[in-house]
């Protein structure tokens, strides 16, 4: 369980702590939690649901590892309340691909090693499947827009956008090269 | 890190909502867009007993030209939405400058204009950019609904003038008289710092005199600081390479920055003054092209 649960179950006072039901449908599927008001929804999705590819990062709202998509646009899932998710569509990095095949974003981060320690990748990739959603024919400029709230300190970004190119032309049914414009 | 505990109500209605702040005592808070609230809760610089989500109400996630010109701000439009605006960018351009500058991309998919402005945030870019408009903050509480304007709604740092029972609804930019020209400046290390120093600028042009001046800066003092003296000193001119090296000079002295690891007093002094001058000779080269 999580810190915060297991804070709810233990505390004696436990019955005195008012929770919230939010019916939230994460990844397509509905989900139903018990929640403390003050329970963040990045919290809420990797402790709770147990979905641990959302990273927090931060905790102060600038780095964006735990970007999420919320009715399909990205946000922070640190900085929402997991009742302010209360039904409404939440996509997190699990719901990029199927069971046997990878999306194409993930697949272009793979291909052209979008990524050094891996940290920020599920919230770059949150961030560039609502961008190229979008906008399917970005420039480099483009793509570092959109991925400006995204913090990566390891690559510098070079692979990061080669990666979005990558999946871009995919998604356009043209053959991915790896000679991206980055 | 967990937030403090608090009572969370999402009211559907906005009498339910004002009922809720007013039997708060000032102990409640309104959370809009929350990506400024939501931080300080979590960091517990704030710990409000109660936490009203105005999300839920209708009817405020709207953004709007009228007839007139006067723009319309409700309190759920996000800075996304405005920086996507296509009638922002033909009749508004301060705000179309400074909607893309706005913390960064993910934040600006929540943060609205007008929980900006209630967060008066020194460095805040839209308490800068409505205050070169001199628009007006509408906000709605017990005994009814009232205008204030923004050169008197923030009163210091992080402090605004509604009562703790108000919401504010909606931000209005009034009806330009000439035709409306301006732009929006700002000086951050990397995309979503804090800006070192912002400068917006919104003027009014006829029959090539400058009819009104508005210019505002951020970052560069205890709160958004109105450049009065520069302001005046363009009323009534043309952009003539002197009035605007002269705008510069006074909006300069206007700024009352602080030494710190963004830049040193001088360096903020001269930022500002640059930025006032490279938007206002952007604006008189628009001009003399378009006459």
């Given at each position: 369980?999580?810190?915060?649960?297991?804070?709810?179950?233990?505390?004696?006072?436990?019955a005195e702590v008012p929770?919230?039901?939010?019916?939230?449908?994460?990844?397509?599927?509905?989900?139903?939690?018990?929640?403390?008001?003050?329970?963040?929804?990045?919290?809420?999705?990797?402790?709770?649901?147990?979905?641990?590819?959302?990273?927090?990062?931060?905790?102060?709202?600038?780095?964006?590892?735990?970007?999420?998509?919320?009715?399909?646009?990205?946000?922070?899932?640190?900085?929402?309340?997991?009742?302010?998710?209360?039904?409404?569509?939440?996509?997190?990095?699990?719901?990029?691909?199927?069971?046997?095949?990878?999306?194409?974003?993930?697949?272009?981060?793979?291909?052209?090693?979008?990524?050094?320690?891996?940290?920020?990748?599920?919230?770059?990739?949150?961030?560039?499947?609502?961008?190229?959603?979008?906008?399917?024919?970005?420039?480099?400029?483009?793509?570092?827009?959109?991925?400006?709230?995204?913090?990566?300190?390891?690559?510098?970004?070079?692979?990061?956008?080669?990666?979005?190119?990558?999946?871009?032309?995919?998604?356009?049914?043209?053959?991915?090269?790896?000679?991206?414009?980055? | 890190?967990?937030?403090?505990?608090?009572?969370?109500?999402?009211?559907?209605?906005?009498?339910?909502?004002?009922?809720?702040?007013?039997?708060?005592?000032?102990?409640?808070?309104?959370?809009?867009?929350?990506?400024?609230?939501?931080?300080?809760?979590?960091?517990?610089?704030?710990?409000?007993?109660?936490?009203?989500?105005?999300?839920?109400?209708?009817?405020?996630?709207?953004?709007?030209?009228?007839?007139?010109?006067?723009?319309?701000?409700?309190a759920l439009c996000r800075?996304?939405?405005?920086?996507?605006?296509?009638?922002?960018?033909?009749?508004?351009?301060?705000?179309?400058?400074?909607?893309?500058?706005?913390?960064?991309?993910?934040?600006?998919?929540?943060?609205?204009?007008?929980?900006?402005?209630?967060?008066?945030?020194?460095?805040?870019?839209?308490?800068?950019?409505?205050?070169?408009?001199?628009?007006?903050?509408?906000?709605?509480?017990?005994?009814?609904?009232?205008?204030?304007?923004?050169?008197?709604?923030?009163?210091?740092?992080?402090?605004?003038?509604?009562?703790?029972?108000?919401?504010?609804?909606?931000?209005?930019?009034?009806?330009?008289?000439?035709?409306?020209?301006?732009?929006?400046?700002?000086?951050?290390?990397?995309?979503?710092?804090?800006?070192?120093?912002?400068?917006?600028?919104?003027?009014?042009?006829?029959?090539?005199?400058?009819?009104?001046?508005?210019?505002?800066?951020?970052?560069?003092?205890?709160?958004?600081?109105?450049?009065?003296?520069?302001?005046?000193?363009?009323?009534?001119?043309?952009?003539?390479?002197?009035?605007?090296?002269?705008?510069?000079?006074l909006a300069a002295q206007?700024?009352?920055?602080?030494?710190?690891?963004?830049?040193?007093?001088?360096?903020?002094?001269?930022?500002?003054?640059?930025?006032?001058?490279?938007?206002?000779?952007?604006?008189?080269?628009?001009?003399?092209?378009?006459?």
């Amino acid at each position: 369980m999580s810190p915060l649960f297991e804070e709810i179950v233990e505390d004696p006072a436990a019955a005195e702590v008012p929770t919230r039901r939010v019916a939230i449908t994460v990844n397509g599927q509905r989900r139903v939690a018990e929640v403390e008001p003050r329970l963040l929804l990045a919290h809420l999705l990797r402790q709770g649901l147990r979905l641990t590819g959302t990273h927090t990062g931060c905790d102060t709202t600038n780095c964006g590892a735990c970007t999420v998509l919320f009715d399909g646009e990205p946000i922070k899932s640190c900085t929402m309340l997991a009742v302010q998710a209360d039904g409404h569509e939440v996509t997190t990095v699990e719901g990029l691909s199927s069971m046997s095949e990878l999306s194409p974003v993930q697949e272009g981060f793979k291909d052209e090693h979008g990524l050094q320690c891996g940290f920020c990748t599920p919230g770059m990739m949150m961030a560039a499947t609502a961008l190229l959603k979008a906008n399917p024919n970005p420039t480099e400029e483009d793509i570092r827009w959109a991925l400006s709230g995204n913090l990566c300190r390891c690559t510098g970004y070079q692979n990061i956008v080669k990666a979005v190119l990558w999946a871009a032309a995919k998604l356009r049914g043209e053959e991915p090269t790896h000679d991206g414009a980055a | 890190m967990y937030p403090s505990r608090f009572r969370y109500e999402a009211p559907r209605e906005l009498t339910e909502a004002i009922k809720l702040l007013h039997e708060g005592q000032g102990e409640a808070k309104v959370l809009a867009g929350g990506q400024s609230l939501v931080p300080l809760l979590k960091l517990r610089f704030a710990a409000p007993e109660l936490l009203v989500d105005i999300n839920n109400l209708p009817g405020l996630d709207y953004h709007r030209v009228e007839p007139d010109g006067t723009i319309r701000v409700g309190a759920l439009c996000r800075h996304a939405t405005l920086e996507r605006s296509g009638s922002l960018a033909q009749r508004q351009p301060t705000m179309a400058a400074a909607a893309p500058l706005i913390a960064d991309p993910l934040v600006r998919n929540r943060g609205t204009l007008v929980g900006s402005l209630c967060h008066a945030d020194p460095q805040g870019d839209w308490a800068a950019a409505v205050t070169a408009l001199d628009g007006r903050v509408v906000a709605a509480g017990p005994d009814g609904v009232r205008e204030i304007p923004i050169r008197q709604f923030a009163t210091g740092p992080f402090e605004n003038a509604l009562r703790y029972d108000e919401i504010a609804l909606e931000a209005v930019i009034p009806a330009p008289k000439g035709t409306p020209a301006g732009g929006y400046l700002k000086l951050e290390r990397r995309v979503g710092d804090f800006a070192t120093a912002g400068v917006a600028v919104a003027v009014e042009l006829s029959g090539g005199l400058v009819t009104r001046a508005g210019i505002a800066l951020c970052g560069v003092g205890p709160s958004t600081i109105a450049a009065l003296d520069a302001e005046q000193a363009l009323a009534g001119q043309a952009l003539t390479a002197a009035a605007i090296e002269r705008a510069g000079d006074l909006a300069a002295q206007a700024a009352q920055p602080r030494r710190d690891h963004r830049g040193s007093v001088e360096y903020k002094r001269h930022v500002i003054r640059t930025f006032v001058v490279r938007i206002l000779r952007d604006i008189a080269g628009a001009a003399e092209r378009a006459a």
